[in-house]
């Protein structure tokens, strides 16, 4: 990977910061999202990264003169600048934050009036603008101003979260839940969220000074800190968020680090179990197969797009669907909003672990297991389509997906390839209910793209 490169793509403008990503691209990229809006209202939120905040104030100036009036909000997670735009009936959102990125990387993400992230047309639009550089600028008496964002606006985010929740139960199962926040932007509602529920909350890397503790990407690898706590705690279950709490994993109170692959599965077991009718879910499609058995398994129907958020959250509101996420451990409700939220996917969680009388280790059981393997093969992206072409006379039995990529399956497994729209990699991923078979597919695989890569 170029660790230099500045990515445009369906999640707006990310990138390594000084190398790639700087104030002035992040101005014209904010100047293009202020001609967009041929003004308007805009609220910018931001994480806890180093630079996040000179990308705040970049940004906020860009948009004033661009005419945009700003609603600063300060450090604030991805779920709340989803509920925040529609809420204060803004035109717009921008986040700033790095995510699940490592540090040194942060990016900007456009939101829509409905709070979700920008869809694929309306992205194509503003960066037609972006690449024009012919931006809207105000005179001087009208100019935007900016203003700072209620502090109710935040506890009406938590009242969106909790009223949704059987608070009351969750208080008398009187819960231990281990959090790892990553010092992000989710520090700032931990403690509040978790006296309403009620529960005994151990929050860990709760200081906003933007230092990453780990891995921001939740994986198995970045939950050591919390599978640690759960045994001298007797805690009943753990999260390991990124830091901007889109993302998570779980650990469980046998100790056991979760696949961030099963966050969206678990959570939709527990949703469609007590659903009163069978319900629409949507995902991309190199997700887990445990979730195609878990909406089979409650008569459900599920959708498959192409990877990325804005697909994702597009499809759900097209087809009015009930539960979306993906394998990256995000979760969307669409009764809730139009966003990866997963201080929702916890409370919804801990709700289960109150209301079931089962423990965490015995909810991961209900999950049925396969055996997953990611890789990127390096490629020039010239040569990408026509190497995947290639590789499909090789897979002639199997059944074809081209949603995004091509997507391979058999009854006891699948094979995912698509090629990267930021970098010159193609990337794989192989599911089977066999390790030993996954890891020989996914070496077959490998030295097949490798092989036909090579002059």
């Keep these: ?52 905040d000179m990308f705040r104030n970049a940004v906020i100036s860009a948009m004033m003169g661009c005419g945009c009036n700003v609603l600063d909000a300060g450090i604030a997670s991805a779920p709340e600048l989803h509920f925040y735009v529609p809420h204060l009936d803004a035109d717009a959102g921008l986040l700033i934050g790095g995510g699940h990125h490592p540090g040194g990387w942060n990016a900007l993400v456009p939101l829509s009036r409905t709070g979700a992230v920008f869809n694929y047309a ?11 550089h012919r931006y809207r600028w105000a005179g001087w008496s009208a100019t935007g101003h900016v203003s700072v964002v209620p502090g109710d606006v935040r506890e009406a985010f938590l009242d969106a979260v909790c009223a949704r929740l059987d608070r009351d139960a969750i208080a008398a199962a009187d819960l231990t839940v281990v959090a790892d926040f990553c010092n992000g ?27 990453l503790p780990h891995s921001p990407e939740p994986r198995p690898r970045s939950s050591q800190q919390v599978q640690s706590l759960i045994a001298p705690l007797a805690a009943e279950i753990g999260f390991v968020f990124n830091s901007d709490m889109s993302r998570a ?126 890789r990127a093969i390096p490629c020039p992206s010239a040569h990408a389509y026509t190497l995947l072409r290639s590789v499909r006379d090789h897979f002639a039995d199997a059944e074809l997906s081209e949603e995004d990529g091509f997507r391979f399956d058999w009854p006891d ?32 695989v490998r030295g097949l793209l490798e092989r036909l890569v090579a002059p």
């Design 1 to 52: 990977m170029n660790v230099h490169s500045l990515r445009l793509g369906t999640s707006g403008m990310r990138g390594r910061v000084g190398a790639a990503l700087t104030p002035a691209l992040a101005m014209d990229f904010a100047s293009a999202l202020g001609t967009y809006l041929d003004g308007g209202s805009v609220v910018v939120a931001c994480d806890t990264r180093f630079s996040s």
């Design 122 to 132: 309306q992205l194509q639009e503003l960066l037609d603008v972006y690449h024009s």
């Design 185 to 211: 932007s989710g520090t700032r509602i931990t403690q509040r969220f978790g006296a309403r529920l009620g529960i005994n909350l151990i929050s860990i890397n709760t200081i906003a000074s933007g230092v």
């Design 249 to 374: 994993a779980l650990v469980t109170s046998s100790g056991e680090t979760l696949s961030e692959e099963y966050t969206f599965p678990l959570t939709a077991e527990l949703v469609l179990a007590r659903a009163a009718q069978p319900l629409r879910v949507v995902t991309n499609c190199c997700t887990t197969r445990t979730l195609d058995d878990i909406v089979a398994r409650h008569n459900g129907k599920l959708h498959k797009t192409k990877v990325g958020e804005s697909f994702i959250i597009d499809r759900m509101i097209e087809l009015h669907a009930d539960l979306a996420g993906d394998g990256s451990g995000s979760t969307a409700f669409a009764d809730h909003l139009f966003g990866f939220d997963n201080l929702m996917m916890m409370g919804v969680v801990l709700e289960a672990l109150a209301t079931q009388r089962r423990g965490s280790a015995e909810l991961a059981q209900t999950l049925p297991r396969y055996h997953i393997i990611k």
């Design 413 to 444: 497994g699948w094979i995912h390839l698509r090629a990267s729209m930021t970098e010159p990699i193609v990337r794989m991923i192989v599911e089977w209910k066999s390790r030993e078979v996954a890891e020989d597919k996914a070496l077959y």
